[in-house]
């Protein structure tokens, strides 16, 4: 049981600081900017950030949220996908334990908090992302294959068609970005789990924004990322999906 604890402390914090490096993959990676060599800096004044100044959560927490120069206000984003990162690995731990899914668990919200940040700041996901983890899933997909072997690769592609449809048919309501995502994620999750995705995603998106649009912060016309609800969606799914379908079973036959 204490060694389970340490573990999960250990994990916890690993998320945590993971979540803090995808914030800056997130940032720079669409400007093509480095995000290995150079060091991180207050955008407004240019203060090189100390290591006070980048602990995950309480930094900014300890800050009040603001540059320790010039009082320029931090985005939330940071903290926010550096607890998400952190609360997200911890519950694969909970949910896997030491196990090769565990693995695939982290490797794929590591893609999903990166594709986060990029979408919600630039309203896109970059192809270089998607190439960078595609082959890797694949390979774990081979290594420890779902039941089927075969599903995964049915659901990368159902993942991709499905959206080029929605595009075509839409004439261009989604990015193809957006398409790009649902097929590297039907790798990890298959067929029927990738279609839970997309209808919790297409479900998050009507209820979310059209809470935003009732409340008035966002404009009807205005162009909203899908790349958010697309990962909530795959998140649900991914952990649920179990839950889920034997619930609606139950309920329904």
């Given at each position: 049981m204490i060694i389970q604890i340490v573990y999960l402390i250990y994990i916890l914090g690993l998320g945590l600081t993971f979540g803090s490096f995808f914030n800056v993959v997130g940032l720079r990676l669409p400007l093509k900017q480095s995000f290995v060599h150079s060091r991180s800096q207050c955008p407004t004044c240019e203060y090189t950030l100390t290591w006070r100044d980048l602990i995950p959560v309480f930094s900014y927490l300890f800050l009040r949220g603001k540059c320790r120069r010039c009082g320029t206000k931090i985005s939330p984003i940071y903290p926010i996908v550096e607890l998400t990162t952190g609360v997200l690995f911890a519950v694969s731990y909970l949910i896997f334990g030491l196990h090769i899914e565990l693995l695939i668990s982290l490797i794929f919200i590591s893609m999903l908090m990166i594709v986060f940040v990029t979408d919600i700041t630039y309203m896109l996901i970059p192809d270089k992302l998607l190439l960078f983890f595609?082959?890797?899933?694949?390979?774990?997909?081979?290594?420890?294959?779902?039941?089927?072997?075969?599903?995964?690769?049915?659901?990368?592609?159902?993942?991709?068609?499905?959206?080029?449809?929605?595009?075509?048919?839409?004439?261009?309501?989604?990015?193809?970005?957006?398409?790009?995502?649902?097929?590297?994620?039907?790798?990890?999750?298959?067929?029927?789990?990738?279609?839970?995705?997309?209808?919790?995603?297409?479900?998050?998106?009507?209820?979310?924004?059209?809470?935003?649009?009732?409340?008035?912060?966002?404009?009807?016309?205005q162009p909203i990322p899908f790349g958010p609800y697309i990962i909530l969606g795959a998140l649900t799914a991914y952990f649920f999906a179990d839950s889920i379908v034997k619930w609606y079973v139950d309920t329904l036959w």
């Open positions: 595609l082959p890797i899933f694949v390979i774990l997909r081979i290594i420890h294959p779902l039941n089927p072997w075969w599903d995964s690769y049915i659901g990368g592609l159902a993942g991709l068609f499905t959206l080029a449809l929605i595009i075509i048919l839409s004439r261009g309501g989604m990015g193809a970005g957006d398409m790009k995502l649902m097929g590297v994620i039907g790798i990890v999750l298959g067929l029927q789990d990738t279609y839970l995705a997309f209808f919790f995603a297409t479900l998050y998106g009507t209820v979310i924004s059209g809470g935003l649009l009732l409340l008035k912060k966002i404009d009807r016309k």
